[in-house]
Each structure stands twice: as structure tokens, then as C-alpha cells.
């Protein structure tokens, strides 16, 4: 082959020529190279090579994306550590407080169509006012942190400032606690037992913020409900393992209150305060 020939080959296929990647090279088809980040397919028009705009993608996945991911799994670590608190908190009403949840609230009702079928006025009175406070809690809680909006980020800051406000009702429950030990009376108990539904009311008003379906850090039948349905279904385990560690919190954070409770007594609030402390102080520092 003559010089003049070679010469546009060479002007077009540059310095550093390199083959292209197979995937590009169907058998059959003219010889491709790659100059840069274009490949160059040699066809011979007069001696001519032509260039082909095919270029090779490799497709990353978004940095947002992935720092989306990465909060919605720290808002599930914070939800679970939630949990654990609301366990504990239901054990201690249930076995220092006269018998009634502080979170439950169906469990409550059970107990005050219970205390009305026996004519046991003393556990209406307590699972009633259970109740009462709960509500009340609820409303403060709501009106609060409002209701979800479509550009909410991750953890709205609404959510942190009702986490406040329930963390100074559990502030009051630590003082009074200890004030009633000693001598823990009975109307005190009740008391104690409304500053923790109350609580734990705007603690239930808190996650709603969230907007999403089934997510709950107190009322958990459906959560239950919706596990056993998946593992009936064959679900991947991956979508399960949110829900069940869930129910674990739930179950731990019962027992040790339970513990505490009965062997520890003048420990039990830190069971409420120094996880909600800790969620507090997490959520501070999320964006996005």
C-alpha cells in the first residue's frame, strides 16, 4: 500500500490507537479501533475511514440517590430505637403503674371493656385515662409536625422538635418518678402512667410525618400482619428485615423494661430518656 494511502488512516485513527471493546466488534463487521473516547470503524470508501458516534457507557449510580438510601436506612435505625423505647415504656406502665400500656391503645380498650364486665372501677379508671392522655398526646403531637408534604426531606425538622416536646413530658415522669418511689402512691402511679401515654401519643404523631404507609414505632398489629403475610408470600428477605427488627425492638425494649421495672426501679426512666436523647441528637444532623 502506497504512503498517500496510509496517511488518512493514520490522521483519523490518531496516536495511542486501541481496540474497542468486543461488544462493539460483531463478528463480520469492519475492523473498529478507538482513538480517545470515540471508536473509529475503518471502512473503505476510497480509502477513507469514518468515524462512528457509538461510544461506550458505563452507567453509576447517582451520588443523590445513594445519599437518599443511606438516610431512609438511618431514619429505619432511629424508628427501631424508637421502638425499643416504646417497649419499655409499655412494661413499666403495665407493672409499676397500675396495670395499663402506655402506648397500646387497643390493648386498653381491651382493659376498660374488661374493668366494665367485671365492675372493676379501678382498672377503668386506669385504662381510661390511659386513653384520654394518649389522645391528648396525639393532638399536640399533630399539630406540631403538621402532615406529610410531596418535597418533605427524609426527616422533617418537625419531627425532631415533637421528639423535644416528648422528651420534656419524660423529663417531668424522671423527676416525679423518683419523687414517688420511696413511698409510690397510687395516684401518683396514674399520673406517672398519663405523662407517659401522652408521650408516647406524640411520639405516634411524629412518625406519621413521615407519610409512609405502616410505618409505626408503637402500634404494631399491622406490622406483625404484614411480616406473616410476606413470609406466607415468599417475600425476599430484604424487604422483611425492616419489619422484624421492628418487632424485636418492640419485644427487647419490653423485657428489659420489664427487668428494670421490677428489679431496678429508680433506673427505668433513663429506659425513655437516653434512647430519645439519642434519636434527638442523631436527627439534629440529618439532611436531605
Same mark, same amino acid.
Given at each position: 500500500? %502506497? &504512503?498517500?494511502?496510509? @496517511?488518512?488512516?493514520?490522521? &483519523? ?6 481496540? #474497542? ?6 463478528? @463480520? ?6 482513538? @480517545?473516547?470515540? #471508536? ?47 417497649? %419499655? ?6 407493672? &409499676?403503674?397500675? +396495670? /395499663? ?26 385504662? +381510661? #385515662? ?11 403531637? /399533630? ?18 422538635? /415533637? ?37 408516647? +401519643? ?8 413521615? +407519610?409512609?404507609? @405502616? ?8 406490622? =406483625? ?18 419489619? &422484624?427488627?421492628?418487632? =424485636?425492638?418492640?419485644?427487647?425494649? /419490653? ?15 433513663? =429506659? ?17
Amino acid at each position: 500500500m %502506497s &504512503a498517500g494511502r496510509r @496517511g488518512p488512516d493514520r490522521v &483519523a485513527a490518531g496516536v495511542g490507537r486501541r481496540a #474497542c471493546p468486543a461488544g462493539l466488534q460483531p463478528p @463480520g463487521s469492519p475492523l473498529r479501533e478507538s482513538s @480517545g473516547t470515540k #471508536c473509529i470503524r475503518r471502512t473503505i470508501f476510497g480509502g477513507q475511514p469514518t468515524v462512528s458516534s457509538a461510544v461506550p457507557r458505563v452507567i453509576h449510580p447517582s451520588a443523590p440517590a445513594e445519599g437518599r438510601q443511606r438516610l431512609l436506612r438511618r431514619r429505619h435505625g432511629l424508628v427501631v430505637v424508637l421502638t425499643f423505647l416504646t417497649g %419499655s415504656a409499655d412494661a413499666i406502665g403495665f407493672l &409499676a403503674l397500675g +396495670g /395499663a400500656f402506655s402506648s397500646v391503645m387497643t390493648g386498653n380498650m381491651v382493659l376498660l371493656g374488661l374493668s366494665a364486665g367485671r365492675g372493676d372501677a379501678e382498672l377503668a379508671l386506669t385504662s +381510661g #385515662c390511659a386513653i384520654v392522655s394518649f389522645i391528648v398526646g396525639v393532638l399536640a403531637g /399533630a399539630r406540631l409536625v403538621g402532615s406529610a408534604q410531596p418535597d418533605d426531606p427524609v426527616w422533617p425538622r418537625r419531627v425532631t422538635w /415533637a421528639l423535644v416536646l416528648e422528651l420534656l413530658v419524660f423529663v417531668v415522669f424522671l423527676v416525679v418518678w423518683e419523687i414517688n418511689l420511696p413511698h409510690h402512691d397510687e395516684h401518683v402511679d396514674l399520673a406517672l402512667l398519663l405523662l407517659s401515654a401522652a408521650a408516647l +401519643g406524640v411520639q405516634s404523631s411524629a412518625i406519621q410525618r413521615f +407519610g409512609v404507609p @405502616g410505618l409505626s414505632s408503637t402500634y404494631l398489629t399491622g406490622t =406483625l400482619t404484614t411480616l406473616i403475610a410476606g413470609v406466607a408470600a415468599r417475600d425476599p428477605w430484604r424487604s422483611l428485615r425492616p419489619k &422484624a427488627q421492628v418487632l =424485636l425492638a418492640l419485644m427487647t425494649g /419490653a423485657a428489659v423494661g420489664a427487668l428494670v421495672a421490677l428489679h431496678l426501679p429508680v433506673v427505668a426512666p433513663a =429506659l425513655l430518656i437516653v434512647p430519645l436523647v439519642l434519636v434527638i441528637a442523631v436527627s439534629a444532623r440529618m439532611r436531605g
